[in-house]
Antibody
Framework: EMKLVESGGGLVQPGGSLTLSCAASGFTFGSYEMNWVRQAPGKGLEWISYITGSSSTIYYADSVKGRFAISRDNAKNLLYLQMKSLRAEDTAVYYC??????????????WGQGTQVTVSS | EILMTQSPATLSVSPGERATLSCRTS??????LAWYQKKPGQAPRLVIF???TRATGIPARFSGSGSGTEFSLTISSLQSEDSAVYYCQQYTNWPPLTFGGGTKVEI
């Protein structure tokens, strides 16, 4: 069974830092591109970052560029999201998702169950 | 950035009835559109990819159609377990990859 499990969320003060992890199992992790997506309370889904299997290409949403860093350890089947200079508006459930592509069509599957990040004093 | 507009925001439907959800994109995305089902406290679940292909394990009552800038997700005979928020996502002109604002389906 393909599975993604996030961890590392919690309560952090504004301006603080946090690192999220996503543990992958059931598939050859290093062969797939990965993403982080978040959902703020009462809001929709927001894509925030992407990384290729080799880590050669990385993208960020403007809302987190310069503050968040995505990385991966293919030997450990782990995806990371380092978050710095956290703001109240970063409060959300953070999901990791595997990126799939066939004949130019792309989608996310599976997704993890999410980890809650709360930025508050 | 491609803007995604979903309508209606909320859809109230009786069990067994048909529900049609709409997603419009500000630029053509061809067939590069996916639909996800999101229930409270659960991971998003892929429903449709490539605008019209059902994901593994998704019941046949779910169908997707459209191309270019106009797409729809139809649930032919609503079941209680279909109550959720449904999001469309485009993956053509990115970054950023964008999602629609969601349609809440109430049974």
């Amino acid at each position: 069974e393909m599975k993604l499990v996030e961890s590392g969320g919690g309560l952090v003060q504004p301006g603080g830092s946090l690192t999220l992890s996503c543990a992958a199992s059931g598939f050859t992790f290093g062969s797939y591109e990965m993403n982080w997506v978040r959902q703020a309370p009462g809001k929709g889904l927001e894509w925030i970052s992407y990384i290729t299997g080799s880590s050669s290409t990385i993208y960020y949403a403007d809302s987190v560029k310069g503050r968040f860093a995505i990385s991966r350890d293919n030997a450990k089947n782990l995806l990371y999201l380092q978050m710095k200079s956290l703001r109240a508006e970063d409060t959300a459930v953070y999901y990791c998702a595997r990126d799939l592509r066939v004949a130019g069509v792309r989608w996310f599957d599976p997704w993890g169950q999410g980890t809650q990040v709360t930025v508050s004093s | 950035e491609i803007l995604m507009t979903q309508s209606p925001a909320t859809l109230s439907v009786s069990p067994g009835e048909r529900a049609t959800l709409s997603c419009r994109t500000s630029q053509s995305v061809g067939s590069n559109l996916a639909w996800y089902q999101k229930k409270p406290g659960q991971a998003p679940r892929l429903v449709i990819f490539g605008a019209s292909t059902r994901a593994t394990g998704i019941p046949a009552r779910f169908s997707g159609s459209g191309s270019g800038t106009e797409f729809s997700l139809t649930i032919s005979s609503l079941q209680s377990e279909d109550s959720a928020v449904y999001y469309c996502q485009q993956y053509t002109n990115w970054p950023p990859l964008t999602f629609g604002g969601g349609t809440k389906v109430e049974i």
